[in-house]
């Protein structure tokens, strides 16, 4: 048994809303595997939480770079990060971010890329001056991630929640769409759609691009719940398959309901845009990064 500590019983609890016994019997009854007791509180019907808490940890910024072309668009969203919110204030430490996020245009928003370009003016690559600015700020700091969204004939909009300094913030997303229509109704949608994005947190775009693996997990979930039920499995499988389809509109960006009105799927609301938009309106993708997403917390950091 390891990794149990009042801490972590805690971070479950946020992560889940069920009660602390509960989670230091999940914990103990999965060897202090996180993931494991988020699991096993939902198959005992202990927790509601639809997709695991993202554990945040690591400070700094999420900066966004779009660059529009005759006919469409590239944008970029890259996440640099720090030790401490202090950092993440510094305007040195600001305008680095933004120049990455304006190099990563180049590449596309291929992360290994654009460890290897060039730094502004630097005469050295983005992985070196990171590590020059290292000593110079007195902190550790990393390029974790970096996107991209490009639209042959469109727009990509972008939207930054929590924004610290131009273009850069706590949240970063990026939505493209395709259309020849009216390129500032586009973006005016496609900016809505964005904001939606940062607060919904849709996992894809698409019930077809979702990771099966997550899918599985899911139906397993749900039918360890059904089962608990004592229904016989026939019944199972259609109170899964009913489930499920909940389970979509949850995570998938089409089938959500969008924020702003409270009452028309993502998908609808895209396709009666057309008409005054001025042309048929394509969801080509989004890119949803969030500072520290993912990122564990140690003990000491509480």
């Not at 204030?89 to 590449?107: H, L, P, S, W």
């Not at 899911?218 to 199972?236: F, H």
């Not at 008409?275 to 969030?290: C, T, Y």
């Amino acid at each position: 048994m390891s990794g149990i500590t009042a801490a972590t019983v805690k971070q479950l609890r946020e992560m889940t809303g069920a009660g602390m016994m509960d989670c230091k019997t999940a914990l103990t009854e999965n060897n202090g595997d996180m993931d494991a007791a988020v699991d096993w509180l939902r198959k005992k019907g202990l927790s509601k939480a639809a997709k695991k808490a993202g554990r945040t940890a690591s400070e700094g910024l999420v900066a966004i770079a779009v660059e529009p072309n005759a006919s469409g668009a590239t944008g970029v969203v890259v996440e640099v990060n720090s030790e401490t919110d202090f950092v993440a204030r510094n305007e040195v430490f600001q305008k680095m971010v933004r120049d990455i996020a304006n190099t990563a245009i180049g590449v596309g928003g291929d992360l290994a890329k654009l460890r290897a370009e060039t730094y502004p003016g630097a005469g050295k690559s983005i992985d070196e001056h990171i590590a020059e600015m290292v000593g110079q700020i007195g902190e550790n700091i990393g390029l974790r991630r970096a996107e991209g969204v490009t639209v042959d004939e469109g727009v990509v909009a972008s939207y930054v929640h929590g924004p610290v300094t131009d273009g850069a913030g706590k949240i970063g997303v990026l939505v493209g769409l395709k259309s020849s229509g009216d390129k500032a109704k586009l973006e005016a949608l496609g900016k809505q759609i964005a904001m939606h994005v940062a607060a919904a947190r849709p996992l894809s775009a698409k019930i077809e691009e979702l990771d099966q693996a997550v899918v599985e997990k899911e139906k397993e979930v749900l039918a360890e719940q059904a089962r608990a039920s004592g229904k016989p499995e026939n019944i199972i499988e259609k109170m899964v398959e009913g489930r499920l389809r909940k389970f979509y509109e949850e995570s998938v960006l089409l089938e959500q309901i969008f924020v702003i009105d409270g009452e028309t799927k993502v998908g609808k609301i895209i396709e009666n845009a057309a008409k005054d938009i001025g042309a048929p309106v394509e969801l080509v993708g989004f890119v949803r990064l969030e500072l520290g997403d993912g990122v564990e917390k140690s003990d000491d950091e509480d």
